[in-house]
């Protein structure tokens, strides 16, 4: 299997906290996507880094990228109830096959 | 907007029975994909399609066929329905990496049970 891991796979934090979320890939690639989805619905697309850059940023959001380690973390700053869901990286590995992980589990309480 | 749509929400479908779940996007995406996501598991790749006619097999093909006659139809095709196929099926579509853009969008998702 080409999968992706999300570390952690669960994370409980409190409102105004920071979440981090780490992804492992196994393969080259020519960028990584994160995603989120809402409880039992459809992924929405949050982030791409191309596997020539080291950070991105969009809103709350901070993207690191380390392609010697093959990992990527997900940073979520100032985290609010509303960012509640699953978090999935995706990798293209080489090709336009889009990878996903296993996701981890954000839980945020007010 | 872009829209992915898949044409049932829930099904159920008894053992043995040949299952069509279909997926329409209309985006003019070169790229169509179809998950399963099962908890623990994340979003596996059953089949991906990078054209009309075109496809490749994912992780998990085993029990599984794909049909891509039209660039905005894709159908997952379960050959002979099995319980261990009761799962949340996911479509997706992107634009082809030579654009660039490869952002994907994602289906409501088909929530099967196989009885």
């Known amino acids: 299997s080409q999968q992706g891991e999300e570390d952690p796979q669960a994370l409980s934090i409190q409102e105004g906290e920071n979440a981090t979320m780490n992804c492992s890939y196994k393969t080259s690639i020519n960028n990584l996507q994160w995603y989120r989805q809402n409880s039992g619905r459809g992924l929405v697309h949050l982030i791409l880094?191309?596997?020539?850059?080291r950070e991105k940023h969009s809103g709350r959001l901070r993207v690191t990228l380390d392609t010697s380690k093959k990992s990527s973390s997900l940073l979520i700053t100032a985290s609010r109830a509303a960012d509640t869901a699953s978090y999935f990286c995706?990798?293209?590995?080489?090709?336009?096959?889009?990878?996903f992980g296993t996701g981890t589990r954000l839980q945020v309480f007010p | 907007d872009v829209k992915v749509t898949q044409s049932s929400r829930y099904l159920v479908k008894r053992t043995g029975e040949k299952v069509f779940l279909e997926c329409v996007q209309d985006m003019d995406h070169e790229n169509m994909f179809w998950y399963r996501q099962d908890p623990g598991l994340g979003l596996r790749l059953i089949y991906f399609s990078y054209d009309v006619k075109m496809k490749e097999k994912g992780d998990i093909p085993e029990g599984y066929s794909v049909s891509r006659e039209k660039k905005e139809r894709f159908s997952l095709i379960l050959e002979s329905a099995s319980t261990n196929q009761t799962s949340m099926y996911l479509c997706?579509?992107?634009?082809?990496?030579?654009?660039?853009?490869?952002?994907?969008?994602f289906g409501q998702g088909t929530r099967l049970t196989v009885v």
């Open positions: 995706a990798t293209d590995a080489g090709s336009d096959k889009l990878i």
């Open positions: 997706a579509s992107s634009f082809s990496g030579r654009y660039l853009n490869t952002e994907a969008f």
């Open positions: 880094i191309r596997s020539n850059e």
